[in-house]
Each structure stands twice: as C-alpha cells, then as structure tokens.
C-alpha cells in the first residue's frame, strides 16, 4: 500500500509529530444563513413549502409552536402567489433574524391588494392574508424584481411567544 505522503496532492507538506485532528468548535460555527428556495407555479408548491419550513426551523432552535405557524404562513402566502397573480414560479426564503424569523414569498406580478379582508360566513377564501396579519409579530409588501413583481414577508418568533 503506498505511503499517504507519496500521493501528488500531498508532496512538499511539511508534517509535523504535534498534529492534532481537527475538532468542530462550536463557537467557530458560522451562524445561520437564510433558506432560499424556488418552487413551480403547481398546485403541490404550497405542500412543498410547508416541507422546507418543517424541515429547516428545527434547526434553528424554533419551537413546536412556532413550526407549526410558519407552515401555516408559508402556505398562505404561496397560495396567494398561485391565485392572484400570473407567476410562473414562486421564490421563497426562510431567514432568521435575531430572535425572529422572517418568511417571505415573491410572486411575478402586482398580486392582490395586500390588506387583510373580512371574508363573509359564506366564502370559502379570502382569510389568508388576515391569518398573517393575526399570527405574525410583523408583515409588510415590497416590491420585487424592478417592481414587476412583489414580496410579502412575515416575522415569527421562534420561541413562539407572540408578538
């Protein structure tokens, strides 16, 4: 079996009898970064979302509660994407900030007006964005993509707490 030190990527190191092997150091651990992600325009896309929340808020120490909401809020606002504007993909992004962790969805298009609505008795839609409005610490709209197109963001906290 060849020497380790005779392969080419490992001529001219220079070893020494004091290595030590690499430990992780927690505290030398880069903080969180933001999940992007983009999904079709498909009726599966909002299921899709909820699997990333679930799949990525664990691991950012959120709890149960606050897990369980951000799936909601995802999926309200990619269905909103999906029935008011002409997009043909949804982008989204997951970041946490501090003790909060903001959702956002972008859509290609102005989208709907972006007020929360009492939806009468009888409707089967149009609570989505008041859903938000109530479970969020904060939500806002901006533009997107030159103005062609809009973000609608929500924070949660992670320790569930409400706002």
Same mark, same amino acid.
């Given at each position: 079996m060849p020497d380790a030190r005779d392969t080419p990527h490992s001529r001219n190191v220079a070893t020494s009898p004091h290595l030590q092997p690499l430990e992780r150091n927690e505290? %030398? &651990? $880069?903080?969180?970064?933001? /999940?992007s992600f983009r999904l079709p325009a498909a009726d599966a896309s909002a299921a899709e979302a909820r699997r990333h929340v679930r799949r990525q808020l664990p691991q950012w120490g959120a709890c149960a509660d606050t897990c369980d909401t951000a799936q909601l809020v995802i999926s309200e606002l990619v269905t909103n994407v999906l029935r008011h504007t002409g997009s043909t993909a949804v982008r989204c992004e997951l970041r946490p900030? =501090?003790? /909060?962790? !903001?959702? +956002? &969805? #972008?859509?290609?298009g102005? =989208?709907?007006?972006?007020?929360? !609505? #009492? +939806?009468?008795?009888?409707?089967?839609?149009?609570? =989505? /964005? *008041? /859903?938000? $409005?109530? *479970? %969020?610490? !904060?939500? =806002? &709209?901006?533009?997107?993509?030159?103005?062609?197109?809009?973000v609608v963001w929500a924070d949660l906290r992670l320790d569930g707490a409400g706002g």
């Open positions: 505290s %030398a &651990v $880069c903080p969180p970064g933001p /999940l900030i =501090g003790g /909060l962790v !903001r959702i +956002a &969805v #972008a859509g290609e102005p =989208g709907p007006r972006h007020t929360p !609505r #009492a +939806a009468d008795m009888d409707d089967e839609s149009g609570r =989505g /964005l *008041l /859903l938000v $409005c109530t *479970l %969020a610490t !904060r939500w =806002g &709209v901006r533009p997107w993509d030159g103005g062609r197109g809009h």
